[in-house]
């Protein structure tokens, strides 16, 4: 891996709903559990020098990203390369106990959609990977999963990850075709989700697909449930969680934690229906569009 990756121009989608919502104190320590290029916490420090924020991403080309951006040298972070649900163990080795605030901004980077060897992009050739962290144990990669799940097995992940209404058509129409030629890149794999439609689509046919892939091979649900609910536990009273989310699968996740945590009487939902980007943040930020943001706090 090079010792350097390109900095390039971040736009962190809601910016000014989280400078807002997450009601930081100076001095306080905030988790942001998915790093990306820094975006927010580059922004959080600018406003709040004084806060100290641990920064997790899995991806360890996003930590190397904001290690060589110049703003964060000699700020309060610490950047820790590993998924958000490992946090315990890592504020256990910092001797904290709780946290003023945690920042989830799900869903995946430009810069992993751009990077043509992940395989993420149903928009170029590449690999079928998917990983999210290439320098853990987890070996599952979508091509794995393409061609060697079961029909039903990937019928079932595409209607229920990627909420996919042609999910047996699609997934037997690969497995016909993976008996020919093993599938191995991304484009093998559009071309065959995209024979089961029409010529005549408004979005990509592939984009649900590629969803329920990226979902299995990183177990992001499973994830998101057990980082979040573990989240909540170690927040500190007076403290806040901000979840931004990019498809009904996560919200859901994300409503029915907060509705179950605030009926416990100690949590208070802020936003009782989430908060979405203003149109100009979406004519600006067009990845920014699907985004919807909750907020709980204890």
């Known amino acids: 891996m090079s010792s350097l990756l390109k900095i390039?121009?971040?736009?962190?989608?809601?910016?000014?709903?989280?400078?807002?919502?997450?009601?930081?104190?100076?001095?306080?320590?905030?988790?942001?559990?998915?790093l990306g290029s820094g975006g927010h916490s580059q922004t959080l420090l600018e406003n709040y020098p004084e806060a100290k924020?641990?920064?997790?991403?899995?991806?360890?080309?996003?930590?190397?990203?904001?290690?060589?951006?110049?703003?964060?040298t000699n700020k309060e972070i610490i950047f820790i390369n590993d998924n958000f649900i490992n946090f315990p163990q890592h504020l256990t080795k910092l001797n904290i106990c709780e946290v003023e605030g945690f920042l989830f901004d799900l869903g995946i980077s430009s810069e992993q959609l751009n990077d043509n060897l992940r395989g993420f992009s149903y928009r170029q050739d590449s690999p079928l990977d998917m990983r999210m962290?290439?320098?853990?144990?987890?070996?599952?990669?979508?091509?794995?999963?393409?061609?060697?799940?079961?029909?039903?097995?990937?019928?079932r992940i595409f209607y229920e990850y990627g909420e996919e209404k042609k999910a047996k058509k699609i997934a037997w129409r690969i497995c016909q075709s993976r008996k020919k030629r093993k599938i191995t890149t991304t484009q093998q794999l559009v071309s065959i989700v995209a024979s089961c439609f029409s010529q005549k689509f408004n979005k990509h046919p592939a984009r649900r697909?590629?969803?329920?892939?990226?979902?299995?091979?990183?177990?992001?649900?499973?994830n998101l449930?057990?980082?979040?609910?573990?989240?909540?536990?170690?927040l500190k009273v007076g403290g806040r969680v901000i979840v931004i989310s990019y498809h009904s699968l996560?919200?859901?996740?994300?409503?029915?934690?907060?509705?179950?945590?605030?009926?416990?009487?100690?949590?208070?939902?802020?936003?009782?229906?989430?908060?979405?980007?203003?149109?100009?943040?979406?004519?600006?930020n067009y990845r920014a569009r699907s985004a919807k943001m909750r907020v709980i706090s204890r």
Do not use: W
């Open 8 to 34: 390039e121009k971040h736009n962190p989608v809601m910016l000014a709903e989280v400078l807002k919502y997450l009601d930081i104190k100076n001095n306080g320590i905030y988790l942001d559990c998915t």
């Open 53 to 72: 924020i641990i920064a997790f991403d899995q991806d360890q080309k996003a930590i190397i990203r904001c290690r060589q951006n110049p703003f964060f």
């Open 133 to 155: 962290s290439t320098e853990n144990d987890n070996t599952l990669t979508a091509q794995k999963i393409i061609n060697n799940y079961s029909c039903q097995e990937l019928s």
């Open 209 to 222: 697909v590629f969803q329920a892939l990226r979902i299995e091979v990183n177990q992001e649900l499973t």
């Open 225 to 234: 449930s057990q980082g979040l609910e573990t989240a909540l536990k170690k």
């Open 250 to 284: 996560e919200d859901r996740i994300v409503k029915q934690m907060f509705k179950k945590y605030n009926e416990l009487g100690d949590y208070q939902i802020i936003t009782r229906k989430p908060l979405i980007p203003a149109n100009e943040e979406i004519i600006n």
